[in-house]
C-alpha cells in the first residue's frame, strides 16, 4: 500500500477490502518506486493498487527490467486515466494490469475491468460495479448512445448525499437523480467503459473537441518520453490548439519537431499539438492528477514565469 491513505482509492478501493478479506498489507511511509519494487520481490506481494504515475516512476527505475513480479495477481490503476503503453510495458512482464473507475463521490466504485478481460479492453475501466448505474450523457443531460463520447453519470446507493455546506453544487451535481462526475467517456458495443479526460480539461480547436488523455496517451508511447501533460493554447485562427509539456526520460533526447511528427504520424491534424516545450517535470496533486490549472497560468496565461511568447499563444 503506497498511495496515500487519505486518499479513498488507498484507503477503500485497496487497504480495507484486502484487510476485510483476510490478507496483509504491506504499508509504505511513502512511495518509492525501487522501494517498491524491491517490497513485490521480498513480501512476495499479490496485488497493488496505484495511480498511473506511480507505475510510471516504477517503470523507469533502473531496477524495472529485472525486477521479479511474478508473484502479483493483479495491479489496479485509477485515479486519473492511464496511458495504454504504460499498461502494455507491464504486460510485456506477464503482469496483469487492470483499470477500474471512481469517485470519492461514489465511495469509491463505479466501474471495474474482469480479469479475462484485462488484454483484449486494456485501456477500458471496465462495468459497472454491483449496483451502480452508469449512463452518458449530452450537455442537455440526454443519454447517448454507445459509441458517442459524453458526461459519465453514475447513480447507486454508493453515490454520496451532498457536499458539505454546499447546496448550490449538490443541486448541480445531482441533478435528476444522477451523479455528474465532470468525466467524458463512452462506452463501446460491448458496453465497456473509455474514461476519456475531464471535462473541464478538452480543448476547442476550430470547432473540433480535442481531448488531452488521447493526444498525452500517444505521446507517452514515444521511448523517449517520461511524462507529459497536454492543455489548450490560445491560438487566433482556431481559438485552441494543443500544447505539449514534455519531461524527456533520462539518457535520452527529444527535440519538439521529432514530438510533432511523431503525433502527426498517429493522430489527425487538428490533434496533433501546434508547440512543444520540456520541462523536468509536471506539478501533481498528492494523488497524482496534473494540475492542468497550473500549467495553463504559468505557460498559457502569458505569466512572468511562463517561457512562451504571448504572441506565439494568440496573445
Known amino acids: 500500500m503506497a498511495a496515500p491513505l487519505f486518499h479513498i482509492g488507498g484507503l477503500s478501493a ?165 451523479f455528474h462526475t465532470g468525466d467524458m467517456g463512452r462506452f463501446d458495443e460491448e458496453g465497456y467503459l473509455y474514461i476519456v479526460d475531464r471535462k473541464k480539461d478538452m480543448i476547442i480547436s476550430g470547432g473540433e473537441n480535442i481531448y488531452p488523455a488521447e493526444v498525452e496517451d500517444c505521446i507517452h508511447a514515444h521511448p523517449a518520453v517520461a511524462d507529459v501533460g497536454v492543455i489548450g493554447m490560445r491560438d487566433v485562427k482556431w481559438r485552441e490548439a494543443p500544447l505539449a509539456l514534455v519531461v524527456v526520460a533520462p539518457g535520452s533526447e527529444l527535440t519538439e519537431g521529432e514530438v510533432i511528427e511523431f503525433c502527426r504520424s498517429r493522430l489527425a491534424g487538428f490533434k496533433t499539438p501546434r508547440k512543444v516545450i520540456f520541462v523536468d517535470e509536471l506539478p501533481r496533486t498528492p494523488t497524482g492528477k496534473i494540475l492542468k490549472k497550473e500549467l495553463r497560468a504559468r505557460y498559457v496565461a502569458g505569466g512572468d514565469s511562463s517561457p512562451v511568447e504571448r504572441n506565439e499563444l494568440g496573445g
Request: one cysteine or more.
Open 14 to 178: 485497496a487497504a480495507t477490502p484486502i484487510i476485510y478479506g483476510g490478507g496483509h498489507v504491506v504499508l509504505t511511509r511513502f512511495f518509492v518506486p525501487d522501494q517498491v519494487l524491491e517490497f513485490i520481490e521480498k513480501y512476495k506481494i499479490t496485488a497493488m493498487f496505484g495511480i498511473p504515475i506511480m507505475f510510471l516512476l516504477m517503470s523507469m527505475s533502473d531496477k524495472f527490467a529485472s525486477a521479479d513480479m511474478s508473484s502479483i495477481e493483479a495491479m489496479i490503476a485509477g485515479g486519473a486515466p492511464c496511458p495504454v503503453p504504460l499498461i502494455e510495458k507491464y504486460q510485456e512482464k506477464g503482469v496483469v494490469f487492470a483499470q477500474g473507475y471512481g469517485l470519492t463521490e461514489t465511495a469509491p466504485g463505479v466501474s471495474a475491468l474482469p480479469e479475462e478481460d484485462v488484454f483484449r479492453k486494456r485501456g477500458s475501466a471496465g462495468k459497472p460495479c454491483f449496483h451502480v448505474d452508469i449512463r452518458i450523457f449530452d450537455e442537455n443531460d440526454e443519454e447517448l448512445p454507445r459509441g458517442e463520447m459524453g458526461e459519465i453519470v453514475v447513480r447507486g446507493p454508493n453515490v454520496f448525499k451532498e457536499y458539505w455546506n454546499m447546496p448550490e453544487e449538490t443541486a448541480q451535481a445531482l441533478r435528476g437523480g444522477w
